[in-house]
């Protein structure tokens, strides 16, 4: 049984996720890590996401591990190192081309195949597994998701002010809203929960509520 969880950055949707996923007994696949792997792939190779050709060519060369709770790239654990803010404005540079988002679409759907999944990211729902059981779109007011960031930076030790995780969350927001590809957006069939003003505990009781009412109904 797969379960999608899609949401903007900061809304809290990967604390849900994890949380879920733990409770249910389920796998749990972090869409965005792999977003970010492929951007630090181009990072440490000097390539700039807008040249599509040259990203190809990476794509063909590039060995991805998602273990779980890890994220190896070329044999290297990269798990903090892609958390990093810089990573994150180039993965979402990287999201909007066609050819990443094919790729890593169909490392997805091969992973999550014949497993119970919770997989999490910005279009689990709409575009890579319509067809799941159990559809979230998790959101939070901006100012709410931007000052969760900001205390997670902080916490890494990043030096950075909350109006700037306010402005690069916005850029973050803009693009993934705006793409061709795969937009952000709630699949018509998504449970919408708005995390403002809920409790990381409060979210995934919520959640699990539903799926347990989801997979009944299948049955
Ligand atoms: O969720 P996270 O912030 O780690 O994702 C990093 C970036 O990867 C996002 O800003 C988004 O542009 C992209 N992404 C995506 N589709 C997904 C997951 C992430 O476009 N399924």
Redesign the pocket.
């Known amino acids: 049984m797969i379960v999608t969880i899609d949401g903007p950055?900061g809304s809290g949707k990967s604390t849900a996720a994890r949380g879920l996923a733990a409770r249910l007994g389920f796998d749990y696949l972090d869409?965005?890590?792999m977003?970010?792997a492929v951007a630090l792939a181009l990072l440490n190779r000097g390539i700039d996401p807008a040249n599509h050709v040259a990203v190809e060519a990476v794509l063909d060369e590039l060995l991805l591990d998602m273990p779980p709770g890890r994220v190896v790239l070329d044999g290297r654990d990269v798990t903090a190192a892609i958390r990093a803010a810089a990573v994150?404005q180039t993965?979402?540079k990287v999201?909007v081309v066609p050819v990443v988002r094919r790729f890593l679409a169909a490392e997805q759907r091969r992973i999550a195949e014949g497993r119970d999944i919770v997989c999490e990211?910005?279009?689990?729902g709409t575009a890579v597994f319509p067809d799941a059981a159990c559809k979230f779109f998790v959101t939070a007011d901006p100012r709410a998701r931007a000052a969760r960031r900001f205390r997670e930076l902080l916490d890494k030790g990043e030096s950075v002010t909350l109006e700037e995780v306010l402005a690069s969350q916005h850029e973050?927001d803009t693009?993934?809203t705006e793409r061709e590809d795969a937009p952000l957006r709630a699949a018509a069939d998504a449970v919408v929960i708005d995390t403002t003003d809920l409790s990381a505990d409060d979210v995934v009781a919520r959640l699990e509520e539903i799926v347990r009412r989801c997979a009944t109904a299948r049955l």
């Open positions: 950055a869409t965005g890590a977003f970010r994150a993965a979402s999201a990211g910005r279009d689990q973050r693009r993934d």
